[in-house]
């Protein structure tokens, strides 16, 4: 993609994808239009999911469907027509919303998937990632078992009732650039490095001017008053409130006082005060590093070992040779009130350390790379910043499932989101015995009460979830009939192009791995099963 301006002007890319540019990048963008994704039935929830996709440039897309549209899809989705009932629900939704951008790539398979799944299951492995909408349960563990075992990741979403559920389904997933809007400033403050250690130092508070007093750095006051606060306390950091509030007045007694006695109006001070519960805290490696750390993946490396694990190894040789148990520095910190040139020559002394640490997690990686044979380049020097797991999902309904902590944890709460998410494995169950949900004819509503909530039961009982189940969510689920609203279909159309584009681009987290949205009372949740 074209990324430079024309005559000072914005290209017509740049015009069209300007907004989305600001979040992901031009080289997001790219991602976003080499990748290829599928989507298994075009229902409501697929072609909304689609419409996200196709409008902000995905490269090319293909609906597998062997339905023929109904007057319920033509009454619950925008992109199928009344002029198209009996047609292939695939081929009509393809072709309308492709009109949505010329630059987007439109195919449909007029099959059924179970068949694809039979005769050919490589069909998947073309695709960045698949996306299956409203499939009852047994072809899903099928396909998630096929994407599983090709390492091509799976977004379950479904639409019933006022209920949108989704499940990712991935082996493992890198992320180059997290975005950690709400992370904590990496600034080692309990035990500064020793260039940080000299340039703190480099500082006399007590002997300073009032003008060049108030543009200090709050890192260096702070820094500087932990020194004090630990000498005097045998070398502990505050931690609890009691001793972050005696240490917030230690620094409220250094404001510079006028001939009066009253304080100054130092902002930096006041700054300093106002940062003390995130700054003051113990630098440490977090549990889920430690966790990669510990992983065969990264202890046992080979010729096929993936990038990441080299860099993952390499950055533990770091940690346990130069960087004396802590990670490599972040290298950023966080604007402040201070003097231009003061904040940055602090700015260059973590940028400084930061490019020193890269470069030494760079060279145990070229190591590590000759000792399997492989091209000390054949890195790039991007880091990755996060490794996201999904269980599988063969895993989560197996009868030995390991969640059940995770599900009775939420069951104290009568009218938490898990209860849906019982009542969906639940609705499929009355599929699996009945051929399909419950609810679908009026005529059997009551019926189907008691049979759902006799599915419930079993489903509970066979798992040992000692839970209750209210029986007004059994008569909710019945009533919903599996209809599948617009309304649902939309937000989680929206939710759910959401994760692939950070899936394709591998900017941003994704939710690990459970997503249940309820219309009812317009909350949810996410859970890991």
């Not at 994760?499 to 009372?521: A, L």
Request: aromatic share 8%.
């Amino acid at each position: 993609m074209a990324s430079g301006r024309t005559a000072g002007r914005l290209s017509l890319k740049e015009q069209r994808y300007d907004r989305q540019l600001r979040l992901w990048g031009d080289h997001g963008q790219e991602a976003l239009e080499s990748a290829h994704v599928c989507v298994i039935t075009a229902t409501a929830t697929g072609t909304e999911i689609l419409k996200n996709l196709v409008l902000p440039g995905i490269g090319s897309f293909t609906i597998i469907d062997g339905n023929p549209v109904t007057g319920e899809d033509v009454g619950n989705s925008f992109f199928l027509q009344r002029s198209n009932i009996g047609q292939n629900r695939a081929q009509c939704a393809t072709e309308l919303l492709q009109e949505l951008n010329n630059d987007v790539c439109g195919n449909f398979v007029e099959e059924n998937p179970d068949k694809l799944l039979d005769n050919d299951p490589s069909f998947f492995c073309r695709f960045n990632v698949v996306i299956a909408t409203q499939l009852p349960e047994s072809t899903l563990l099928r396909l998630a078992d096929v994407l599983w075992n090709y390492n091509i990741p799976l977004l379950i979403c479904r639409t019933y009732g006022l209920i949108g559920y989704m499940r990712i389904v991935i082996k493992e997933h890198p992320v180059i650039e997290s975005h950690p809007d709400n992370a904590l400033d990496d600034l080692r403050l309990d035990n500064p490095f020793p260039e940080l250690r000299e340039h703190i130092q480099s500082y006399d508070l007590e002997h300073m001017e009032k003008k060049e007093h108030s543009h200090i750095p709050w890192i260096v006051i702070v820094s500087q008053y932990l020194e004090k606060w630990c000498n005097e306390n045998n070398g502990q950091i505050p931690k609890n409130y009691k001793e972050k509030e005696a240490f917030r007045e230690m620094i409220r007694q250094g404001i510079l006082k006028n001939e009066n006695g009253i304080l100054e109006d130092e902002e930096n001070f006041e700054e300093a005060i106002k940062n003390v519960n995130t700054a003051v805290i113990a630098t440490k490696v977090p549990s889920c590093i430690e966790d990669i750390f510990s992983d065969d993946h990264c202890i046992n490396l080979s010729q096929q070992t993936p990038s990441f694990w080299i860099l993952a190894r390499a950055v533990k040789e770091f940690v346990s040779k130069e960087g004396q148990g802590n990670l490599p520095v972040r290298g950023t910190i966080p604007d402040m009130i201070a003097d231009s040139s003061k904040f940055i020559s602090l700015q260059n002394i973590y940028r400084d350390k930061a490019k020193k640490d890269a470069e030494a997690v760079s060279n145990y990686a070229a190591k590590l790379l000759q000792s399997v044979g492989k091209a000390p380049e054949s890195i790039s020097q991007k880091e990755l910043k996060l490794l996201l797991r999904c269980r599988c999902l063969s895993e989560e309904y197996g009868l030995n499932t390991s969640n059940k902590d995770e599900i009775t944890s939420h069951m104290d709460n009568p009218d938490s989101e898990m209860v849906l998410y019982l009542m969906l494995r639940a609705v499929d169950r009355f599929f699996k015995h009945n051929g399909r949900y419950p609810g679908v004819y009026n005529y059997q509503v009551e019926d189907d009460i008691g049979k759902l909530k006799s599915c419930l039961n079993s489903f509970l009982q066979e798992y040992g979830l000692p839970v209750t189940v209210k029986d007004d969510y059994v008569h909710e689920f019945c009533r919903y009939g599996a209809a599948e609203p617009h309304t649902i279909a939309a937000f989680l159309g929206g939710a759910a192009a959401q994760e692939v584009v950070k899936i394709v681009t591998r900017q941003f987290v994704i939710f690990n791995n459970t997503y249940i949205y309820n219309g009812m009372s317009q909350t949810s949740a996410t859970f890991k099963l």
